[in-house]
């Protein structure tokens, strides 16, 4: 090794050392959505890293150690609360052994805390299948959602590097402009989908339902979680001949093949939505993401 590159290694820690207040704030994400709003509000103010993708389902996640390693890295860890990662997080995050983003610490942050949640059970019963007892966790497929989150999440922020409080809330104030004025553009876009009958693969997009006002006929998992049966599917094929639906959704991550069928037996088009940031190519930021799922929505279901 040369004296070179010796100073070269040296140097970078050090610089970091020497004015923290221009590191970047790292960003820990768990879904690809959060991810992405984080980018929006802290620019070059953070550095995010995202664990999941959005081909992967986020409720089945293994806390490798790679993940492990960023988590222990982090400044603010961002993820969807409403036990969507329950099967992962709480291990991740204590294996993680930082104490910066444990729960209930200002490094830790759940976007559904910030919503109102809707399939919230009466009575909880986990012979029901994966039943999420805090409500219906994919609380990122109706804008609005995303809207209060970034108020929630641009707060957050200030309060954990303060530093560049001003910037924060500089880049909040501008996407929350720009966000309005793109929901009052799908609103009027999706407005012929307004009580248009569907069928969902998952329990994924209730938040979406109840955005465009959706109606949600049948699902073809039999309980959250669970894969679809023959006899269930001959079910749902016998609420259909009374009902017909527009279209059969289901999420990028998920595989097809019950929507697929449901296609060639019930000539029901099939439409896979994003659901997340990368789940399709025209997903390729949060704007894209509703620009995208309400054209694909159009383009199967648009007229009656
Ligand atoms: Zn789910």
Redesign the pocket.
Known sequence: MNRKTLFALLAAPLALLANPADAALRVFACEPEWGALAEELGGNLVEVSVATTALQDP?QIQAKPSLIARARNADLVVCTGAE?EIGWLPVLLQQSGNAKVQAGQPGNFAAADYVRKLDVPGQLDRSQG?V?AAG???IQTDPRNIAQVATALGTRLQQVDPAHAADYAKRQADFAQRWQQAMTRWNTQAAPLKGAPVVSQ???FTYLYDWLGLKEVAVLEPK??VEPTASHLQGVMSTLKGTPVRMVIYAAYQDSRASDWLNTNAGVPAVKLPFTVGGTEGAKDLFGLFDDTVARLLAAGGKK
């Open positions: 409720h969507l994966d999420h219906n966790p994919h998952h329990k994924a959250p979680g």
